[in-house]
T-cell receptor, first 116, second 110 residues
Framework: DTGVSQDPRHKITKRGQNVTFRCDPI?????LYWYRQTLGQGPEFLTY????????KSRLLSDRFSAERPKGSFSTLEIQRTEQGDSAMYLC??????????????FGPGTRLTVL | GEDVEQSLFLSVREGDSSVINCTYT??????LYWYKQEPGAGLQLLTY?????DMKQDQRLTVLLNKKDKHLSLRIADTQTGDSAIYFC??????????FGPGTRLSVLP
């Protein structure tokens, strides 16, 4: 297994366009997380899936943002009507769910979004 | 809400020890983590500690946890230029509610 992968690595779009990012977690990891990271900041939690169920959403996740994980494997994050303030690195992480484990997360390389 | 704070910058000389500090507010945190991020790369888990432990050592890394003061530190012994990166402290409650600090940029001077 090669780790968490994200596609695309970079996306440049014009304000008002829709964008979709994909995350492929480590196989058999049933937890998947999306974060946003802006320059000089730590990752900010956006949403979290356990298998296909979206269990938690941050208040940062406005109604323009939607995430899915239809089969409990890969996930997509869509941003509709992008705004310049959406420019950031979007990080995906996965973790196994094991009793008495650290539930440590393994991060992908991120998708850098630039909204012009 | 939960908050994690870190000093933003640290400079040390090669061969010295580095100590990066972190404070957090969530008393229900079960795990605390240190991640490393190099330029243009994703976050790499360095080490973690369970909240009922005081100390954990892993090669050059030593993590100290003062649960009473909600203070976490990462000591890097014999710091090398390859250790230059941003170090993030993070906390979670059984794998949920992950909260990251702003990161400490470590610069290692030759």
């Amino acid at each position: 297994d090669t780790g968490v992968s994200q596609d695309p690595r970079h996306k440049i779009t014009k304000r008002g366009q829709n964008v979709t990012f994909r995350c492929d977690p480590i196989s058999e990891h049933n937890r998947l997380y999306w974060y946003r990271q802006t320059l000089g900041q730590g990752p900010e939690f956006l949403t979290y899936f356990q298998n296909e169920a979206q269990l938690e959403k941050s208040r940062l996740l406005s109604d323009r943002f939607s995430a899915e994980r239809p089969k409990g494997s890969f996930s997509t994050l869509e941003i509709q009507r992008t705004e310049q303030g959406d420019s950031a690195m979007y990080l995906c992480a996965s973790s196994p769910e094991r009793t008495h484990s650290t539930d440590t997360q393994y991060f992908g390389p991120g998708t850098r979004l630039t909204v012009l | 809400g939960e908050d994690v704070e870190q000093s933003l910058f640290l400079s040390v000389r090669e061969g010295d020890s580095s100590v990066i500090n972190c404070t957090y507010t969530d008393s229900s945190s079960t795990y605390l983590y240190w991640y490393k991020q190099e330029p243009g790369a994703g976050l790499q888990l360095l080490t973690y500690i369970f909240s009922n432990m005081d100390m954990k050592q892993d090669q050059r890394l030593t993590v100290l946890l003062n649960k009473k003061d909600k203070h976490l530190s990462l000591r890097i012994a014999d710091t090398q230029t390859g250790d230059s990166a941003i170090y993030f402290c993070a906390e979670s409650n059984y794998g949920q509610n992950f909260v990251f600090g702003p990161g400490t940029r470590l610069s290692v001077l030759p």
